[in-house]
């Protein structure tokens, strides 16, 4: 079984600054397989990102995603309001099939 | 466009079966696959199973045989049965299509999206 490991757990920043979220897999994975989302309180996760680093429709051209074997990243760039949530990386490989990583809370400094 | 709603009971007994249905809208059920995602309150997200449209299922082991995911084509509708419930599956569930991405002939279902609003099972007595 493949583990997602996310760091840091909470990450504190100011609007307008820069964010990088990790993301490490316990053994080497496709990236073709990698995907983030974020998620809002209360609302269900959005896809950010598909492949490692290709953003979903209508995701904003400040996030982007990179990595490849067991370190993968989502930065963020120019923080807006709007961006402060939990963000998860996700894997699709064997048993089981889909695993996420624990999670990232990006909070307002 | 495609839009998913999770429905059934917010309160159920410890040892009874969780059912859970979630209705497509807005595009066919057809030729995609479908999964349940499950969300404890203040945890992380543990996915469930997955249905395609044809019926082939792939469940995660963790839930120890006790999911059942089956599609109905004809509703638009694919369902969840969760088996033997303790406190520990009380969580949000969510409905959610796998996300097509088909590039240089191949195509790939590694991802959700779109997802449903999730609903809220609480197992209590």
């Known amino acids: 079984e493949i583990v997602l490991t996310q760091s840091p757990g909470t990450l504190s920043l100011s609007p307008g600054e820069g964010a990088t979220l990790s993301c490490r897999a316990s053994?080497?994975?496709?990236?073709?397989?990698l995907a983030w989302y974020q998620q809002k309180l209360g609302q269900a996760p959005r896809l950010l990102i598909h492949?490692?680093?290709n953003r979903a429709t209508g995701i904003p051209d400040r996030f982007s995603g990179s990595g490849s074997g067991t370190d993968f990243t989502l930065t963020i760039s120019r923080l807006e309001p709007e961006d402060f949530a939990v963000y998860y990386c996700?894997?699709?490989?064997?048993?089981?099939?889909?695993?996420f990583g624990q999670g990232t809370k990006l909070e307002i400094k | 466009q495609v839009q998913l709603q999770e429905s059934g009971p917010g309160l159920v007994k410890p040892s009874e079966t969780l059912s859970l249905n979630c209705t497509v809208s807005?595009?066919?059920?057809?030729?995609?696959?479908w999964s349940w995602i499950r969300q404890p309150p203040g945890k992380g997200l543990e996915w469930i199973g997955y249905?395609?449209?044809?019926?082939?299922?792939n469940y995660n082991p963790s839930l120890k045989s006790r999911a059942t995911i089956s599609v109905d084509t004809s509703k638009n509708q694919f369902s969840l049965r969760l088996s033997s419930v303790t406190a520990a599956d009380t969580a949000v569930y969510y409905c959610?299509?796998?996300?097509?991405?088909?590039?240089?002939?191949?195509?790939?279902?590694?991802?959700?999206?779109?997802w449903g609003q999730g609903t809220l099972v609480t197992v209590s007595s």
């Open positions: 053994q080497g994975v496709s990236s073709t397989y």
């Open positions: 996700q894997h699709y490989g064997s048993s089981p099939a889909y695993s």
């Open positions: 492949g490692a680093s």
């Open positions: 249905i395609y449209y044809s019926g082939t299922t």
């Open positions: 959610a299509r796998h996300f097509k991405y088909c590039t240089n002939g191949l195509c790939y279902n590694s991802c959700f999206d779109p």
């Open positions: 807005g595009g066919s059920i057809n030729n995609y696959y």
